[in-house]
């Protein structure tokens, strides 16, 4: 399984911001799929997951009311739709994939991760 997740780049307080990851699997429908992020000397973090057919999501409480994760299994793609941007959330996001077809949280569950695009939002 490969993830190519782009999109990021800089902009300003306020703004929104779509990432987009391209998932490279055999079945994309056998995967949950989520989105992290981690700022410069911080620990990566949870940010939205989402279920194998798309009917559940979860965010984390920072996230909620401003991303809104989607996926498009004809495009076998999982997006972040980020409104509201505020220069805390700049960080490096990663998309990753997990067996577990259930939308979740925990880090040590994904086992496919792509290689980040950087987000920065500048006051």
């Known amino acids: 399984v490969q993830l190519q997740a782009s999109g990021g780049g800089l902009v300003q307080a306020g703004d929104s911001l779509r990432l987009s990851c391209v998932v490279s699997?055999?079945?994309?429908?056998?995967?949950?799929l989520g989105w992290f992020r981690q700022a410069a000397g911080k620990k990566r973090e949870f940010v939205a997951g989402?279920?194998?057919?798309?009917?559940?999501?979860i965010y984390a409480e920072a996230m909620k009311g401003r991303f809104s994760i989607s996926k498009d299994n004809a495009k076998n793609t999982v997006d972040l739709q980020m409104r509201s941007l505020e220069p805390e959330d700049t960080a490096v996001y990663y998309c990753?994939?997990?067996?577990?077809?259930?939308?979740?949280?925990?880090?040590?569950?994904?086992?496919?991760w792509g290689q980040g695009t950087q987000v920065t939002v500048s006051s």
């Open positions: 990753a994939a997990s067996i577990m077809r259930i939308a979740q949280g925990t880090e040590e569950y994904y086992s496919y």
């Open positions: 989402i279920n194998y057919d798309g009917s559940h999501t």
């Open positions: 699997a055999r079945t994309f429908m056998d995967y949950g």
